[in-house]
């Protein structure tokens, strides 16, 4: 009977040590803020979250698809850039604190705000 208590312990500390935390995904939908056109600009800002990792696609309608990378801090804040083509960048930062996640894309116009759970 202590064999099997003994297995059967080590069965579940083992089934605990490979369990992951489910990926959590974020959306951002809207338009940019900013000169000229900005305002008719829509941006579709897809996240998803791993652990620490942030892994996003975001898309401009009528424009291709890009992405950036990121790992978030203990606070959930995030801070990196991401390429948009013709060498240039927009500024990525952002919080996935629970209370208030949010996001920011900045370099030609301003996108971002509030990011709902999918």
Known sequence: MTKVIAVGTMMVLLAAGTAQAEDQHYLWT?????SG??????MTIDVTVTGNDIKAIFQQQGRPERHFEAVKDATGAFK???????????????SLAEANPAIL??????????????
Do not use: I, N, P, Q
Not at 80 to 94: H, L, P, R
């Open 30 to 34: 809207g338009m940019g803020v900013g």
């Open 37 to 42: 056109k900005c305002s008719t600009y829509k």
């Open 80 to 94: 990196t850039k991401a390429e948009v083509g013709g060498g240039g960048s927009m500024d990525v930062t952002g």
């Open 105 to 118: 894309l900045d370099g030609y116009c301003k996108f971002g705000g509030k990011l709902s759970k999918k």
